[in-house]
């Protein structure tokens, strides 16, 4: 619930309020890569394979199939139970490289929303917090979608095996 810290400069010391103690709000997104609309599953907990699977279905309700849904390789996202759910909804799950977030569209948009979120900003209580959260979210594929179209763009570099050793 922390605010990161801006950046500037001052010839006299600004203390700014910043909340205290550790409440977890966690957001699980799927970005439509396409729209540039992401669909959440939150709670205050830990995602585990249930909110996976709870988000696996809301896609298979929301979207035509055949529906691609790309995960890094968390423990929770790749363990059986989630396989299991993805085949009876008819849902292929591609799984991203171990330790690469820099290929996860998802990681951008949660940079987008923590600089609009909690970049030099207090939130009086929990639920403004997550409300905050909430409504930036909601907002990413209309109010937000100049940033989106920025951030979420159809260039690719595909890396060859040559590339790599050559």
């Not at 996860?104 to 009086?124: G, T």
């Amino acid at each position: 619930m922390g605010g990161f810290p801006g950046r500037t400069w001052s010839v006299v010391r600004k203390w700014v309020k910043t909340a205290c103690g550790r409440q977890r709000f966690n957001v699980l997104g799927a970005l439509n890569f396409v729209t540039k609309k992401v669909e959440t599953v939150v709670n205050a907990t830990y995602i585990t394979s249930t909110e996976v699977i709870v988000m696996l279905e809301k896609l298979a309700r929301g979207y035509v199939n055949p529906i691609k849904v790309v995960l890094d390789n968390a423990r929770y996202q790749r363990c059986r139970a989630v396989i299991e759910a993805a085949a009876q909804l008819g849902v292929e799950l591609v799984f991203l490289p171990t330790y690469s977030p820099n290929l996860n569209l998802i990681e951008r948009v949660w940079k987008l929303v923590k600089s609009k979120v909690l970049s030099c900003s207090y939130h009086e209580t929990f639920d403004v917090f997550c409300q905050t959260i909430g409504n930036c979210v909601d907002a990413l594929h209309s109010i937000l979608a100049p940033e989106m179209s920025k951030l979420i763009t159809q260039n690719f570099h595909i890396v060859s095996e040559s590339d790599i050793i050559g």
